[in-house]
């Protein structure tokens, strides 16, 4: 019976979990380490594959595959990472290719938001709804959309991409050189960033130039009224990108997850009232809004579940 293995690349650490039936049966991590070069990395990845392979014999398994959960936008076709701020070293390569190569095993590659938000379809906060859409709050704004129960992605490959949809005309500059993405309120960047225009304006704060969301979340529930304010802010653009994607997909149920979800209790008031304020053509209560249930596991599980999707059909084992 074959298991699965799940990658969840980050721009400082590789995790890897072996997966059988949506469950991680081992697990191991290291630190990325990119500026090694591609192929270090690759060999790397394949001896954690490799030892994943040996934790699956051992288990009367077969390894049926590798997926890899990657930031940046991709080429799936070519089964590269086009461009990524978070692991600029792997631009133009040839990943699953050379992965494939490496560990003797088939290799899907998937951006890391859209296996997120499969994780969470298939065994977290959204297990058993067919239509969902997934953010994760972290240093930006990732999302990934379900709908009809399959991932969206589109010809152009950047489906799910609700980080860069617009929330406030002419706002702020966004990572993407857009103006008023969502991505520049409500995630880690966007809201440090506000926070220094606010510093450079003179509002009065316990908080200080350097410091991060986490200062800005303790500052918020200490009641200093600018990171409250930040916060609410990122809930209200939340709700303006959610009212959309309800308008245009009738889905009702939205997870939050990542790091900056953390702060989520300080963004739900903004968002809901957002919502309340931009959906009127449905009962902007019927749409709900829930924590993600499955955490850093998220990403691994939508890892191993895509590979099995994607290369469940191929021999489980490819010659050499
Ligand atoms: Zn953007």
Same mark, same amino acid.
Request: charged share 15%.
């Given at each position: 019976?074959?298991?699965?293995?799940?990658?969840?690349?980050?721009?400082?650490?590789?995790?890897?979990?072996?997966?059988?039936?949506?469950?991680?049966?081992?697990?191991?991590?290291?630190?990325?380490?990119?500026?090694?070069?591609?192929?270090?990395?690759?060999?790397?990845?394949?001896?954690?594959?490799?030892?994943?392979?040996?934790?699956?014999?051992?288990?009367?398994?077969?390894?049926?595959?590798?997926?890899?959960?990657?930031?940046?936008?991709?080429?799936?076709?070519? #089964?590269?990472?086009?461009?990524?701020?978070? *692991?600029? !070293?792997? @631009? +133009?390569? $040839? /990943? %699953?290719?050379? =992965?494939?190569?490496?560990?003797?095993?088939?290799?899907?590659?998937?951006?890391?938001?859209?296996?997120?938000?499969?994780?969470?379809?298939?065994?977290?906060?959204?297990?058993?709804?067919?239509?969902?859409?997934?953010?994760?709050?972290?240093?930006?704004?990732?999302?990934?959309?379900?709908?009809?129960?399959?991932?969206?992605?589109?010809?152009?490959?950047?489906?799910?991409?609700?980080?860069?949809?617009?929330?406030?005309?002419?706002?702020?500059?966004?990572?993407?050189?857009?103006?008023?993405?969502?991505?520049?309120?409500?995630?880690?960047?966007?809201?440090?960033?506000?926070?220094?225009?606010?510093?450079?304006?003179?509002?009065?704060?316990?908080?200080?130039? #350097?410091?991060?969301?986490?200062?800005?979340? *303790?500052? !918020?529930? @200490? +009641?200093? $009224? /600018? %990171?409250?304010? =930040?916060?609410?802010?990122?809930?209200?653009?939340?709700?303006?990108?959610?009212?959309?994607?309800?308008?245009?997909?009738?889905?009702?149920?939205?997870?939050?997850?990542?790091?900056?979800?953390?702060?989520?209790?300080?963004?739900?008031?903004?968002?809901?009232?957002?919502?309340?304020?931009?959906?009127?053509?449905?009962?902007?209560?019927?749409?709900?809004?829930?924590?993600?249930?499955?955490?850093?596991?998220?990403?691994?599980?939508?890892?191993?579940?895509?590979?099995?999707?994607?290369?469940?059909?191929?021999?489980?084992?490819?010659?050499?």
């Amino acid at each position: 019976m074959p298991a699965w293995v799940g990658i969840d690349l980050g721009g400082t650490n590789a995790r890897l979990a072996l997966v059988h039936q949506g469950q991680v049966v081992a697990n191991l991590r290291f630190a990325t380490e990119a500026g090694r070069g591609p192929d270090d990395l690759v060999h790397r990845l394949a001896a954690g594959v490799a030892e994943l392979g040996r934790a699956a014999v051992a288990r009367g398994l077969t390894l049926g595959g590798v997926g890899i959960a990657s930031p940046g936008v991709l080429d799936r076709a070519q #089964g590269l990472i086009l461009t990524s701020p978070n *692991l600029p !070293a792997m @631009a +133009g390569y $040839p /990943l %699953a290719q050379r =992965l494939a190569a490496a560990c003797d095993a088939p290799v899907a590659l998937e951006n890391d938001a859209n296996l997120y938000a499969l994780g969470e379809h298939r065994f977290g906060a959204g297990r058993g709804v067919d239509d969902l859409i997934c953010f994760t709050l972290g240093t930006g704004v990732g999302g990934g959309l379900v709908l009809g129960g399959r991932l969206v992605v589109g010809p152009l490959g950047c489906g799910g991409e609700i980080g860069h949809t617009l929330v406030e005309p002419g706002g702020r500059k966004c990572g993407c050189e857009a103006r008023g993405c969502l991505e520049a309120y409500a995630s880690a960047t966007g809201l440090v960033g506000a926070l220094e225009e606010a510093l450079a304006a003179g509002r009065p704060t316990s908080l200080r130039p #350097g410091d991060g969301v986490r200062a800005m979340d *303790l500052a !918020a529930q @200490a +009641g200093d $009224p /600018l %990171a409250v304010e =930040l916060f609410h802010q990122a809930g209200l653009m939340l709700g303006r990108a959610l009212a959309n994607l309800v308008a245009l997909t009738g889905l009702d149920l939205a997870i939050i997850g990542g790091g900056v979800a953390k702060g989520w209790g300080l963004m739900e008031p903004g968002c809901r009232a957002a919502l309340a304020d931009r959906l009127r053509i449905v009962k902007p209560g019927r749409v709900r809004i829930v924590a993600a249930a499955l955490g850093q596991e998220a990403p691994l599980l939508g890892a191993a579940a895509f590979a099995q999707t994607t290369l469940g059909s191929q021999p489980a084992r490819q010659p050499a």
